[in-house]
């Protein structure tokens, strides 16, 4: 059973159309809940980290929230420049510093 | 202030060779973990290292190594390449101190084994 689900595996959206990416995780005794944003062929980019529940992080048209036992990431208005690959991540009690990868989501914004 | 760098940028090897990928973190940062990352996959843990010691070890066969030098940069070690090993492989830092532990990662090495 993998530890950390994300969905949808991929969001195609039109320029201005709001939705929102799912992560769902099993793990109990979260340490951090990380997400960030991967083009082809380069490194995952640090966008936001969340600790416990309720808390909320927003940047841009960005906005990361985290409830028990899942993690949003909103995206209001998207541009087409915000096509990528959307990655969450989560240090918890087990894993003892490194970071549990979901697969991720695959974003398209269409002008 | 630079952030993780990684080389080489692309390397291509053939089955049972031996490859060395190369990572310098971002300034005052102590600690390197290397992922592995397939294609359409998350990374996986490899690897951390901190002290010059590997701290911890994800489920990865002895084929894979590392090493830590006293300026903190890392290398990572395959022996005996599988194609099963082509794959962007990531190197991510993080000073161990600060317990928010967010890690920045590189633009990665993609390794092709043919």
């Known amino acids: 059973e993998d530890q950390v689900t994300q969905s949808p595996e991929a969001l195609r959206l039109q320029e201005g159309e709001s939705s929102s990416l799912n992560c769902s995780y099993t793990?109990?005794?979260?340490?951090?809940l990380f997400w960030y944003r991967q083009d082809p062929g380069k490194g995952p980019e640090f966008l936001f980290t969340?600790?416990?529940a309720g808390e909320e992080k927003e940047k841009e048209r960005l906005k990361a929230t985290l409830t028990k036992k899942e993690s949003f990431l909103h995206i209001t208005a998207p541009k087409p420049e915000d096509s990528a690959t959307y990655l969450c991540?989560?240090?918890?009690?087990?894993?003892?510093?490194?970071?549990?990868f979901g697969k991720g989501t695959k974003l398209s914004v269409k002008p | 202030d630079a952030g993780v760098t990684q080389s080489p940028t692309h390397l291509i090897k053939t089955r049972g060779q031996q490859v060395t990928l190369r990572c310098s973190p971002k300034?005052?940062?102590?600690?390197v973990s290397w992922y592995q990352q397939a294609l359409g996959q998350g990374p996986q843990f490899i690897f951390q290292?901190?002290?010059?010691?590997?701290?911890q070890r994800g489920n990865f066969p002895d084929r894979f190594s590392g090493h830590q030098f006293p300026n903190y940069s890392s290398e990572l070690n395959v022996n005996a390449l599988l194609l099963g090993d082509s794959a962007l492989y990531l190197c991510?830092?993080?000073?161990?101190?600060?317990?928010?532990?967010?890690?920045?990662f590189g633009a990665g090495t993609r390794l092709s084994v043919l």
């Open positions: 290292y901190y002290e010059e010691e590997e701290r």
């Open positions: 969340l600790y416990s």
């Open positions: 793990v109990s005794g979260l340490r951090g």
């Open positions: 300034s005052g940062h102590d600690t």
């Open positions: 991540a989560l240090n918890y009690g087990g894993s003892q510093g490194n970071l549990i």
């Open positions: 991510a830092s993080s000073p161990l101190a600060e317990a928010k532990n967010i890690q920045y």
